[in-house]
């Protein structure tokens, strides 16, 4: 059974720095490209970022670069969002998803985990 | 950049009926969209990719038609399960795009 399980959400003040991880089983995590997906309370779905395979492309939404990095270990099956810079309106419920081989879309997704910036 | 704009953003039916939500391209992305349902306090379910097929294990009442720049999410005969947001989303060279998203609420 395909599980993504993500951890590292809270509350933060803005400007500060958060690290999200997503744990991947039930597949070969390897094999797949990986994204980052978010929803705003009340909102629709943005997405965030994506990473390729080996981790050799990488592709943000504008809103996010230069402030967070998203990368991957294929050894510990695990996905990573690094947030620098936090801003109020990066409060989100962030979800990790697994990316399908055939057409791409995002075909198995996380519970996801909640992020807050506020002072 | 490719936008995508749902319609209508609320849909308020009974059981039994069928739901037709629309979603269309700013510009032609051949039959390059899926379809996701949502609801509350959950994670997004794939429905529908390629413009008309369905994820492996949707039911049959739900299917999608469309391509270049419009598209149609059919719900036949809803159940009582299917009340629920819908989102269109859209991939291209890796760089996702969703919709709005339509609600489908129990009048």
């Known amino acids: 059974e395909v599980q993504l399980v993500e951890s590292g959400g809270g509350l933060v003040q803005p400007g500060g720095s958060l690290r999200l991880s997503c744990a991947a089983s039930g597949f070969t995590f390897s094999t797949y490209w990986m994204s980052w997906v978010r929803q705003a309370p009340g909102k629709g779905l943005e997405w965030v970022a994506n990473i390729k395979q080996d981790g050799s492309e990488k592709y943000y939404v504008d809103s996010v670069k230069g402030r967070f990095t998203i990368s991957r270990d294929n050894a510990k099956n695990s996905l990573f969002l690094q947030m620098n810079s936090l801003r109020a309106e990066d409060t989100a419920v962030y979800y990790c998803?697994?990316?399908?081989?055939?057409?791409?879309?995002?075909?198995?997704w996380g519970q996801g985990t909640l992020v807050t910036v506020s002072s | 950049e490719i936008v995508l704009t749902q319609s209508p953003a609320t849909l308020s039916l009974s059981p039994g009926e069928t739901a037709t939500l629309s979603c269309r391209a700013s510009?032609?992305?051949?039959?390059?969209l899926a379809w996701y349902q949502q609801k509350p306090g959950q994670a997004p379910r794939l429905l529908i990719y390629?413009?008309?097929n369905r994820a492996t294990g949707i039911p049959a009442r739900f299917s999608g038609s469309g391509s270049g720049t419009d598209f149609t999410l059919t719900i036949s005969s809803l159940e009582p399960e299917d009340f629920a947001v819908y989102y269109c989303h859209h991939r291209s060279n890796w760089l996702l795009t969703f919709g709005g998203g339509t609600k489908v609420e129990i009048k």
């Open positions: 998803a697994r990316c399908s081989i055939g057409y791409g879309d995002p075909d198995y």
């Open positions: 390629d413009a008309s």
């Open positions: 510009q032609s992305i051949s039959s390059y």
